[in-house]
């Protein structure tokens, strides 16, 4: 998605609208309707969290010896 803002727009909201952000999404900025400036979100964002808990029980099955020292031969 592209978003167009003027500079001013862009001075007063830079960090809300680069935290809004997602991949691929474009800002551009303009001063007196010329492109100024680009800024092309390139970072992924972040999965929500697993809440704690959400892996009980997964495990089924751990070895006998799973805390024993690594023998090398």
Same mark, same amino acid.
């Given at each position: 998605?592209?978003?167009? #803002?003027?500079?001013? &727009?862009?001075?007063?909201? !830079?960090? &809300? !609208?680069?935290?809004? #952000? @997602?991949?691929? =999404?474009? !800002? @551009?900025?303009?001063? =007196?309707?010329? @492109? ?21 029980? /997964?495990? @089924?099955?751990?070895?006998? =010896?799973? =805390?024993?020292?690594?023998?090398? /031969?």
């Amino acid at each position: 998605m592209t978003t167009t #803002l003027t500079i001013e &727009e862009a001075t007063a909201r !830079l960090p &809300e !609208l680069i935290e809004g #952000l @997602v991949s691929g =999404d474009e !800002l @551009v900025i303009a001063k =007196d309707q010329q @492109v100024i400036a680009k800024i092309i979100s390139e970072v992924p964002r972040q999965a929500a969290r697993a809440k704690p808990g959400f892996g009980k029980d /997964s495990i @089924v099955y751990i070895a006998p =010896d799973f =805390d024993a020292p690594i023998q090398f /031969s």
